[in-house]
């Protein structure tokens, strides 16, 4: 495809790379926008780019716009698309801009307008009669994008901010051909029934309730999955010679100030007053194993330190921003938190790499690695920031793990590798990370005494693997469907006995198979055996056991597998045999 840049100049890039797909969307947008406004002329523009899966649009309707206006603003598209017209790029000053946006009567551009400085230049990119103040880039015609769909509306306030209006936005997705975005919506259609939400209720996993948006409950069997991802991490954590320690939920102004969260993260803190003196909640667990670590001194032979903690962490995200559990306002973050000397840094980031990847690997995620650098809002000195990143390129280089690079996109204090896990369905999810910290160390005065009897700084690796237990929680959900891995499922194996008369020798089952550690239910119900069937495997349970007169005659039990069918009849000691083959 050819690519036109904000300069004018004319690049060629194919969709399979960011350039080319971004400029592909972006430009989709664009036809979205136009098409709206020869069917709705009052309407106003506001912003539109491209994203992940698509682009979006937001607009502001002088009517109730609904998703029943799709079909005509899709066909209006496609003529678009037909007239095959040439994206057209210029550049003018910010006077000329803004006598262009007022004389279409565009508030939101004059309002972005007004705000650039005056010597600013202008870009713009036209299209027929449609002409968009926009830095690209573009695709150089509309005939390009032949495939496209509108997906979705929903509210967005201007600016994100929520004392501004309510503007409809309208998502969308756009792709070469239409096989391409046949597949693409295949799959949309198949996140639909991995919804995490939808599943969390049918199988009694959490509830998200009015009386607390963005705090989710979590209910017996979904407390069991997280206890057991909890189980599964300090397993790990302590063959990897990491301790395990518990920090406050809540610590004064001055500690937050110390660690700068006070000046670069307090919009998303939650604040108190206690005592005439200010308090937050903790929105990260850092500073606090910070305090831990200066409570005693250190000498460079206790180094590497491993310190992990499992702390309930909150931050104030805006409501249009929550989603299940996978944007929520407190969670359990899986941190730990590596005290170490300069020398160590590389060996101890490979550590991190290889407990990710076998955590990764044994849920059966692929992943990909982004390596973040330093962002505009950084604290501490060029040299510190040149040193750490370097360490972290050091780490991955000798590892030979291929890796992008992220500019500018690294924590306020350092920089960090993000792992993007892919699902079952091709989706990704930004889950571990791993941050090189100079800087908190020296805003807390961290010591320890080096070989030479000196006091040194030590250097400071934050790091998670799940990110927030609860996010991968619903991430497990969408990636397995529900149908989590027996060693996972909150209730491995489902007694179904054929009538009230079985239900003794049901329960002697139940017995027997607890004391081996399994999690196992009796369905009791006066209801026939084929709708218990159905009930459990809507559960996705396993295993199912289904009793009755042959099974207490041969003292056996008839086994199901949920994705297997029947398995015939078998004595338990043969079930046990099988279960103990399956779990890790």
């Not at 209006?76 to 000329?96: A, P, S, Y």
């Amino acid at each position: 495809m050819k690519i036109k840049m904000k300069d004018g100049s004319i690049q060629e890039a194919g969709f399979e790379e960011e350039l080319g797909r971004n400029a592909f969307r972006h430009t989709t947008a664009h036809i979205l926008a136009q098409a709206v406004k020869r069917l709705y002329p009052n309407t106003k523009c506001a912003i539109g780019p491209s994203i992940a899966e698509g682009f979006y649009y937001d607009f502001d309707f002088d009517f109730n716009f609904s998703e029943e206006n799709f079909i005509e603003i899709e066909e209006e598209m496609k003529k678009i698309v037909k007239e095959n017209l040439q994206l057209k790029q210029f550049t003018t000053d910010r006077k000329k801009a803004m006598q262009i946006m007022k004389e279409r009567n565009e508030t939101y551009k004059i309002e972005m307008l007004s705000e650039m400085p005056e010597d600013e230049e202008i870009s713009f990119y036209q299209q027929g009669e449609y002409l968009e103040m926009c830095a690209g880039p573009h695709v150089a015609y509309t005939s390009a994008t032949k495939a496209f769909k509108l997906l979705s509306v929903a509210g967005a306030y201007w600016r994100g901010n929520e004392k501004n209006k309510m503007l409809t936005r309208i998502y969308g997705t756009s792709f070469p051909n239409r096989e391409m975005l046949e597949e693409h919506l295949n799959r949309l259609e198949e996140a639909k029934k991995r919804d995490h939400r939808k599943l969390g209720k049918e199988l009694g996993l959490f509830a998200l309730l009015d009386e607390g948006q963005g705090f989710p409950f979590f209910l017996p069997r979904g407390m069991i999955l997280k206890n057991l991802l909890i189980d599964y991490w300090r397993k790990l954590h302590t063959r990897e010679g990491y301790v395990e320690i518990s920090t406050p939920m809540m610590l004064n102004r001055q500690l937050w100030e110390t660690s700068g969260h006070w000046d670069h993260y307090k919009e998303n803190m939650y604040t108190t007053v206690i005592d005439e003196i200010d308090f937050a909640i903790k929105p990260m667990n850092c500073p606090g194993g910070m305090l831990v670590y200066k409570i005693e001194p250190h000498s460079y032979r206790e180094l590497p330190m491993r310190i992990g903690e499992l702390g309930l962490v909150h931050r104030h995200e805006k409501s249009g921003t929550l989603h299940g559990l996978m944007c929520v306002r407190c969670f359990t973050q899986d941190d730990a938190h590596i005290f170490m000397t300069p020398e160590q840094i590389p060996d101890e980031i490979k550590g991190v790499v290889r407990l990710i990847d076998e955590v990764y690997s044994n849920f059966g995620f692929k992943y990909h690695v982004e390596l973040s650098t330093k962002p505009e809002n950084s604290i501490g000195s060029d040299e510190d920031w040149e040193m750490a990143t370097n360490g972290l390129k050091k780490a991955l280089d000798d590892l030979e793990l291929s890796y992008v690079i992220n500019e500018g996109d690294g924590a306020f204090y350092g920089p960090k590798i993000d792992f993007h896990l892919e699902d079952s369905i091709g989706r990704t999810w930004q889950c571990g990370t791993i941050q090189l910290d100079f800087q908190l160390p020296q805003r807390f005065e961290a010591e320890y005494i080096g070989e030479d009897g000196n006091k040194h700084r030590p250097i400071m690796i934050h790091r998670v693997i799940f990110g927030s237990i609860e996010r991968f929680i619903g991430i497990l959900i969408e990636h397995f469907a529900g149908k989590f891995p027996l060693w996972l499922s909150p209730v491995q194996i489902k007694i179904l006995p054929i009538s009230d008369k079985f239900i003794n020798y049901a329960k002697e089952m139940e017995k027997t198979l607890k004391k081996e550690g399994l999690r196992c239910e009796i369905d009791e119900r006066a209801e026939k055996i084929g709708y218990k069937i159905r009930a459990a495997r809507l559960e996705r349970v396993p295993y199912m056991l289904i009793v009755g007169e042959k099974e207490v005659e041969n003292n056996s039990v008839s086994v199901r597998k949920r994705d297997d069918g029947d398995l015939g009849n078998m004595p338990i000691n043969k079930l046990l045999e099988i279960l103990r083959e399956e779990e890790i």
